[in-house]
Structures are given as structure tokens and as C-alpha cells.
């Protein structure tokens, strides 16, 4: 329940101050997001899908009692599920633009490929068309490299 508060209070500041929710991985746990990407989307869709701030628990359920006393008194259940959904979302495309822009920066295009099509299929056309060009000319200089 405390990641909770602690994204309630994000939501709550990003209408106040525009204040931004940033996610951070340790080192593996971004490696297995860079393998895992694209391989299952699915798997991303059924977590945004599921996500239920009202079941959240704590180890002390006073601490659970006066969260979600606190929510329910400011934005509700469904409007920090839809708002820890979209900040979610948002840090997915983030995430998976900045990996397809080292994938490019590598040179690798089938790599920077399969992210442009999650970004596609994310909604985030303007970074896929973008990295898709940049595959593009990345395949183009390998095939005339190829003779």
C-alpha cells in the first residue's frame, strides 16, 4: 500500500505541479525488460489492464485503512487506476524508445526493429516511424556494404 501512496501522491502533484512519476529498474531487471520486449506483449497489456489500487495491501493494516481512506476522500479508486495506468503506459514508451535509440546507436537494426513495432503498437507512431527510417537505412548501408 505504501507504493500506492507513494503514486497517489504523484498523480496528485501532476495536476498540481506537473510533477512526473519516473519508474526506475536496477541494471538486471532492465536487461530482462530489453530481452522481454516485444516477445510477450501481452504480458504488458494484462498488467496495465489489471491494475486494482483497492486491493493493494500493507504490512499494517492501519497504514492500508488511512490510504485508501485518503484516495477514496481525494480522487478515488478509478481515477488513480486510470492515472497509474497512463503513467505506466507512458514510462513503457520511454523506455522502449530509449532502448530502440541504443539498439540503433549499436547498430542494430533487427533489435531497434522489433522495438519501433511495440512502439506502433503502443500508439507511439511518431517515435516508431522515426526508428523504423533509422532501421531502414541501417538494412540499406548493410546491403550495399554486402555488395
Known sequence: ????????????????RGVKL????????EQ??????GE??????DALVRIQAEKAEAFNPTDRDNIFEAIGRDVGFAQLNHAVKDQLRDWYIETVARLAR???DAGDADTAFHLASTLRDFGALEASLQCFSYCLAL???AAAAAG
Open 1 to 16: 500500500a505504501w507504493c500506492l501512496w507513494e503514486t497517489f501522491c504523484a498523480v496528485k502533484l501532476s495536476k498540481e
Open 22 to 29: 519516473i519508474i526506475a529498474l536496477p541494471p538486471g531487471q
Open 32 to 37: 530482462a525488460l530489453r530481452r522481454g520486449v
Open 40 to 45: 510477450d506483449m501481452s504480458a504488458v497489456l
Open 102 to 104: 541504443e539498439a540503433l
Open 139 to 141: 538494412y540499406r548501408a
